[in-house]
């Protein structure tokens, strides 16, 4: 969709109509642009005499532009550690920037220390995943890893983030989690989404509510789960396992083998068992989840 906002209306319009140059788009189409002229060679056809007007037709274009680029969708994925998201829904990351939607990762430590990394080293890591998940931004706030706690400082901190980025989604690690931090990390996502619609506050920004809550999973845990959800990634389960490499000092130059690697495989690989498709993630909704149309039923 990051075309669609750059597409460049001229009074000489498309060779395409434009809601099937929308469609062609999101069926990942390329559509080579023509000028009108060397489309209808016919002299009398039109495009209907209202968008016969070139100043009317660009006008409706840009309209038809701006509503089709409102509907993208606001996500912010929080982790606990740099590799959580990645790991727990990095395929779902892929499909969401792959159609369009904006991204934001915030990891709320920077992972560090661990045995083979340091805090250089993971920025660079995390930076190189991002590239391919294809964000928009990542932030990284400075809680000390092993020691998050949900207090009311990440509470605010988070709180912040919310109301400056005002995402439509927010995903949260799993609750239930043997590690420390992925628990505190969790409770942080809930409160903050609460503390990011109250005024009165010192805090920064505008009030906000995020709509919904979902969380993936990244857990320690060897769980038992009934989600809400699943998500098929099939198409980019390659890419995931890309965005999982870049974080060498955590799984070594070639990760196969690694426990965590070998479990992000084979977890995905049996989600997308249950739905049938090769590779999926899961998701937990607290809430009810309802779907607008059918077509979320197939
Ligand atoms: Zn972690």
């Known amino acids: 969709m990051e075309v669609l906002k750059k597409l460049e209306l001229t009074e000489k319009g498309y060779g395409l109509p434009l809601q099937l140059w929308i469609q062609a788009y999101k069926n990942n189409l390329t559509v080579k642009e023509l000028p009108v002229s060397m489309i209808y060679k016919d002299k009398d056809r039109t495009f209907g005499n209202y968008l016969d007007d070139p100043k009317k037709r660009l006008d409706y274009y840009q309209k038809i532009i701006d509503s089709e680029v409102k509907k993208m969708l606001n996500i912010l994925a929080v982790g606990p550690h740099p590799d959580d998201v990645e790991l727990g829904m990095g395929g779902s990351v892929l499909k969401f920037t792959e159609t369009g939607h904006k991204v ?56 912040e983030v919310i109301r400056k980025i005002q995402p439509d989604i927010l995903f949260a690690p799993y609750w239930i989690d043997v590690h420390p931090d992925h628990v505190a990390a969790s409770k942080i996502c809930d409160a903050a989404r609460f503390y990011g619609k109250l005024s009165k506050t010192e805090m920064q920004g505008r009030p906000f509510y995020v709509k919904k809550i979902y969380y993936y999973i990244a857990s320690h845990l060897k769980l038992n789960l009934k989600p809400s959800f699943i998500m098929d990634i099939s198409k980019v389960m390659e890419m995931k396992v890309e965005t999982i490499k870049s974080y060498e000092s955590q799984f070594g130059p070639s990760p196969e083998g690694h426990q965590l690697f070998e479990w992000v495989l084979n977890s995905n690989r049996y989600w997308g068992n249950l739905i049938g498709t090769e590779f999926a993630e899961p998701f937990i909704s607290k809430e009810e989840v309802g779907i607008k149309d059918i077509e979320a039923l197939l």
């Open 104 to 159: 934001t990762i915030v990891d709320l430590t920077d992972g560090e220390p661990t045995p083979h990394g340091d805090p250089e080293t993971r920025k660079k890591e995390s930076v190189k995943s991002s590239r391919i998940l294809g964000i928009e931004e990542r932030i990284t706030l400075d809680f000390p890893n092993r020691y998050l706690q949900d207090e009311i400082e990440a509470r605010q901190e988070l709180a």
